[in-house]
């Protein structure tokens, strides 16, 4: 499987096919795992685009996403991003000067900074991101609860298929 364009052209090409049954012989392809295939392609891609739509950076989106969680400080910031803590700090610099983040002294300890997401920074990631969340909801609520329990059972086995090459 790709992480190309697969999942924009609806799916692999019969040469990747080929290789995924040549890494795996009993790798039968079938409409779920095109599907899945192509999730997984698209998946790799919808970061840069909703970057792209918003004017940030990727490494901007996914602070905001993780902000939006809990407020951090920039070394936690990087960690989880898996940048340097000069990237981090940069991301952060960029995103006060957007409006999107505040740097705060830490309530525990007034020595050390946190980095706290705006309203600014939260209407623009639930502006990005909505469209895709209503659908996602849209989709699982047309489901009944014992087509619920099958797709998640898929979806389980194919996180640990994706887990066990990490």
Same mark, same amino acid.
């Given at each position: 499987? &790709?992480?190309?364009?697969?999942?924009?052209?609806?799916?692999?090409?019969?040469?990747?096919?080929?290789?995924?049954? &040549?890494?795996? *012989?009993?790798?039968?392809?079938?409409? &779920? @795992?095109?599907?899945?295939?192509?999730?997984?392609?698209?998946?790799?891609?919808?970061?840069?685009? !909703?970057?792209?739509?918003?004017?940030?950076?990727? #490494?901007?989106?996914?602070? @905001?996403?993780?902000?939006?969680?809990?407020?951090? =400080? *920039? !070394?936690?910031?990087?960690?989880?991003? =898996?940048?340097?803590? +000069?990237?981090? &700090?940069?991301?952060?610099?960029? @995103?006060?000067?957007?409006?999107?983040?505040?740097?705060? *002294?830490? +309530?525990?300890?007034?020595?050390?900074?946190? !980095?706290?997401?705006?309203? #600014?920074?939260?209407?623009?990631?639930? +502006?990005?991101?909505?469209?895709?969340?209503?659908?996602?909801?849209?989709?699982?609520?047309?489901?009944?609860?014992?087509?619920?329990?099958?797709?998640?059972?898929?979806?389980? =086995?194919?996180?640990? +298929?994706?887990?066990?090459?990490?």
């Amino acid at each position: 499987m &790709s992480t190309g364009d697969a999942g924009v052209r609806g799916g692999p090409t019969p040469e990747e096919r080929t290789t995924a049954r &040549s890494v795996a *012989p009993a790798y039968e392809h079938s409409p &779920s @795992l095109e599907a899945l295939e192509e999730l997984v392609a698209l998946a790799a891609q919808t970061p840069q685009a !909703v970057a792209r739509r918003g004017g940030l950076s990727v #490494s901007e989106l996914h602070s @905001l996403r993780h902000l939006s969680s809990t407020p951090m =400080g *920039p !070394v936690e910031l990087a960690r989880v991003l =898996g940048v340097t803590s +000069a990237a981090s &700090s940069g991301v952060v610099d960029r @995103l006060v000067a957007r409006g999107h983040a505040e740097r705060r *002294p830490r +309530a525990d300890d007034g020595r050390r900074t946190e !980095v706290v997401v705006t309203e #600014s920074g939260r209407r623009e990631i639930f +502006a990005l991101l909505a469209p895709m969340f209503t659908s996602l909801a849209e989709t699982d609520n047309a489901l009944t609860d014992q087509e619920r329990v099958v797709v998640e059972r898929y979806l389980r =086995g194919a996180i640990a +298929a994706l887990r066990s090459v990490m």
